[in-house]
């Protein structure tokens, strides 16, 4: 025989009904159906009761709701027939009796445990009959008569040995199909109606199957079975195959939802194995619980995990408690007479705090009776009044391959730390099955994606990049992470999910992952109007792990908020100069501060678009190498106009040209004003391990200052007198075979940028179109320098050197 229970989840619905009698069906050997309460009935009737003793008439809709929910299922499984108005029959005195009690309660304003545990049993009641009457022969039975609880410390405990006897009692001659109510209970001495507990039913089944020995016992709810963490909070959740007795209580007693804590010693203690099913999935062979384990190929060191919102630490401190033997004693024993439940204990070696963690409900007791337990300690300063730490939670790690794998606590705290998360206190059991810490509640969301995300339960990583700037570069950015996300999340296990797009007026946020085809029209549809300050409030209040800011701005106002983000364990991605070119002060903070908090500041792309001149300038630095000459062409753009001039194509003609090809930065008297070239030189020198700002850099210009004052119009309107001087030196240099390019120079300890003339052998001579070329001149590579030649501006190549910073984050 075997014993199946159904929650909540299961019968609350005609359809779910459906599934139920299909499955009791479909078994070959004899069943005790063990059901809660229709899903949210048992809720519903807390809050009836509460409105009522309040005093607070609207408990009658709360009431009405719990009976047309239970009439409606009625009408729709069973149509219109005979069983139907037995049902009714048996049904109706139940609701009646129930109508009366609310009265009650509302009349007199009040609400005993005692009271309240009578209402609750209504809903297990109610189903129960329901149940027994839709399955074909089946018999109903009432679980007060043999789940029996003994009351200690104002709360009801199941005792086993009267509740086992009865049991056996009981079904001593069993029918093919048993219909039991879970949940419900009564007191041994008083019979007065007790329960066992919220999510209590699958003690119940679990009680029924240890006491008869059944084959086996299966829970059936709404998810295909336990899952590696709570499937509401992580999508990449999965179904585990096979679970351990002693994995299954540590994921349970910390909260996950699909099992109730206690339900699996009587199965453990019997050997009987727990499937975990889904009602509504018949295709999936859920989790089977059992004692041996067969070790999964992938050899995960964890299995699962869970996570309890309401905690809160207590810490034990004083000075006089080190050496001092019995204080832990003293702890535990009020604690334990006061019925207190602890359920995290940490103290460190010196032995002068412990910390433990208690329910908030349980919290204020437990410290006004540890304050009175050491008052005397207090008193003379041997100990401090206890220190409560609310709004925590806490979470667990688990999995029996933990045992003896080194490095998990590490990897553990490692990732948490990288995240910004902070660790308030963690205990390990020398079992070594589970790892728990404490973290702050608006934290918890985030630890338990991160752990999920890195010790590889999910299928892929996780970036979650923040987008700013949709122009050129950002919008081919997105078409570029568009077109590949499917293929890297396939081969490389890498999701990049992008958690949010802005521009200059508009900011849209979707931790959930925002579709990528139509982003433009959902930025100014669901995005909210916004400005630099509304962004970074919005990255930081996301909070959400393995997190990029990604600038494709060029905007300083946006570079100014990297600070913060870094320090809030946000990595940068910089398409945008005015960073790592601004004050070097500000240069070396940014990359100290990326440094210290474990993350990631990148700005390739800052010169020579996608090629790789920044980190082959880190790897040589790296190595030992030390670099003593550059020699660069770094504008695109200028290389462009350089090589576009002719005889039909006017100097200001090509500047115009440029801006249209989208070289230019977007007002191109940055360029012509060489501060895009002196920006890039200034980055290239501080990574090569130098120190010098913009202003040490000398200037030799090709358009007057006086062009650079004004508005860009003005610019445009004067620049057409420079076309004749340029022309008659461009036919001088046609005549020597040269050319002109704008060149960026680093030599002994001096920086220069300006326009220089090279002939033929020349190796920048015959530098095509808008490619930038770099000579580096090291200790290694003295007699011929190393050269990196290619395309240098450019929308599409600029995003492929952000997307390689973003996919280096991950070393994927
Ligand atoms: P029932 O009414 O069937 O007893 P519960 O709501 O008590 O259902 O438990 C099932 C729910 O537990 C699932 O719907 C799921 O949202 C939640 N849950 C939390 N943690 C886990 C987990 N690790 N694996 C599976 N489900 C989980
Ligand atoms: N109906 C009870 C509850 O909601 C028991 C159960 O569902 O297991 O807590
Ligand atoms: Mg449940």
Not at 89 to 98: A, G, Y
Not at 128 to 150: E, H, W
Not at 458 to 480: D, H, K, M
Not at 616 to 629: A, E, M, V
Request: net charge negative; proline share 2%; with cysteine.
């Amino acid at each position: 025989m075997k014993v199946i229970k159904f929650g909540g989840t299961s019968v609350g619905s005609a359809e779910g009904l459906r599934k139920v009698k299909q499955i009791v069906e479909l078994a070959n050997e004899p069943l005790i159906v063990v059901v809660s309460a229709f899903s949210g009935i048992t809720d519903k009737l807390i809050r009836t009761s509460n409105l009522a003793t309040m005093g607070d008439l609207s408990y009658q809709n709360i009431f009405d709701e719990i009976v047309s929910k239970h009439e409606q299922v009625i009408d729709e499984i069973f149509g219109d027939n005979e069983e139907k108005q037995e049902l009714k029959e048996e049904v109706n005195p139940l609701l009646e009796e129930l109508d009366n009690i609310f009265q009650g309660i509302y009349l007199i304003k009040d609400l005993s445990s005692k009271t309240l545990d009578t209402v609750l049993s209504y809903g297990e009641r109610l189903s129960s009959i329901i149940v027994s009457k839709y399955i074909d022969g089946a018999i109903g039975y009432d679980s007060r008569n043999f789940i029996k609880t003994d009351k200690k410390h104002s709360r009801n405990f199941i005792d086993k040995d009267i509740s086992t006897q009865l049991i056996i009692e009981t079904f001593a001659t069993l029918p093919m199909v048993a219909v039991v109510p879970g949940f419900i209970s009564s007191d041994k001495i008083t019979g007065e109606i007790t329960n066992l507990g919220r999510g209590g039913s699958d003690y119940t089944a679990a009680m029924i199957a240890a006491a008869l020995e059944a084959r086996c016992l299966e829970i059936w709810t709404d998810v295909d079975g336990f899952m590696t963490a709570d499937p509401r909070v992580i999508d990449s959740a999965y179904t585990i195959d096979e679970l351990s007795y002693v994995e299954a209580t540590e994921l349970c007693n910390f909260g996950a939802k699909v099992i109730y804590p206690p339900t699996i010693y009587p199965v453990f203690h019997k050997n009987i194995p727990i499937r975990v099913r889904n009602t509504f999935n018949l295709e999936s062979k859920g989790t089977i619980i059992k004692q041996d384990v067969v070790r999964s190929k992938e050899h995960k060191a964890i299995k699962g995990i869970s996570s309890i919102n309401d905690t809160c630490l207590i810490t034990v401190q004083g000075l006089g408690m080190v050496g001092v033997i019995g204080v832990n004693y003293r702890i535990f024993k009020v604690l334990a007479k006061n019925g207190i439940s602890v359920f995290l204990v940490s103290q460190a070696a010196s032995e002068n705090s412990t910390s433990i963690g208690v329910r908030s409900e349980e919290v204020d007791l437990a410290c006004t009776i540890l304050n009175k337990e050491f008052a005397r300690e207090i008193e003379t300063g041997e100990m401090y009044p206890m220190r409560v730490e609310r709004d925590l939670a806490t979470v667990a790690i688990v999995g029996e391959n933990m045992k003896h794998t080194p490095g998990i606590a590490g990897k553990l705290f490692g990732v948490l730390g990288k995240n910004g998360i902070n660790v308030i206190a963690c205990a390990q059991g020398a079992s070594e099955t589970n790892i728990s810490f404490v973290v702050t509640l608006e934290s918890l969301r985030k630890s338990l994606n991160v752990i999920h995300d890195s010790f590889f339960l999910s299928e892929y990583q996780v970036l979650n990049l923040f987008i700013c700037g949709i122009g050129t570069v950002g919008g081919s950015l997105i078409e570029q992470i568009q077109c590949q996300q499917e293929k890297l999340k396939r081969e490389n296990g890498l999701k990049l999910n992008v958690v949010g797009i802005a521009n200059g007026s508009h900011l849209l946020l979707d931790r959930e992952g925002i579709p990528l085809c139509n982003y433009r029209e959902q930025l100014y549809e669901k995005g909210k109007k916004s400005n630099t300050q509304t962004l970074e409030t919005g990255i930081l209040e996301m909070n959400i792990f393995n997190s990029v800011f990604v600038d494709c701005t060029a905007s300083e106002e946006v570079s100014s908020i990297y600070k913060n983000l870094l320090s809030h364990n946000v990595s940068v991605v910089a398409a945008n100069k005015i960073a790592a070119s601004s004050s070097y002060e500000n240069y070396k903070e940014l990359k100290q501060i990326a440094r210290t908090r474990g993350v990631k500041f990148l700005f390739e792309a800052n010169v020579g678009a996608g090629l790789p001149i920044i980190n082959t300038i880190n790897d040589l630095i790296i190595s030992g190498d030390k670099i003593t000459k550059i020699e660069a062409v770094l504008s695109g753009t200028l290389n462009y106009i350089f090589n576009e001039i002719s005889e039909e194509v006017p100097f200001s003609q090509t500047i115009k040209q440029a801006q249209e090809q989208g070289y230019s930065e977007p007002d191109p008297r940055v360029d012509l004003s060489g501060i895009d070239v002196i920006r890039k030189l200034v980055i290239l020198v501080r990574e090569a391990g130098y120190e010098v700002e913009q202003s040490d850099v000398k200037k030799n210009l090709f358009v007057p200052d006086s062009y650079f004052k004004g508005t860009l119009d003005d610019f445009w309107e004067k620049v057409p007198a420079l076309d004749d001087s340029f022309e008659k030196r461009r036919k001088e240099l046609e005549k020597e075979n040269e050319k002109w390019r704008f060149v960026a120079k680093f030599e002994n300890d001096e920086a220069s940028v300006g326009l220089q003339e090279v002939d033929s052998k020349h190796p920048f001579y015959a530098l095509e179109g808008s490619n930038n070329v770099l000579l580096l001149t090291t200790d290694r590579y003295k007699e011929y320098p190393m050269m990196i030649q290619g395309y240098g501006a450019g929308a599409g190549v600029t995003a492929a050197g952000v997307f390689a910073d973003i996919i280096s984050i991950v070393n994927v």
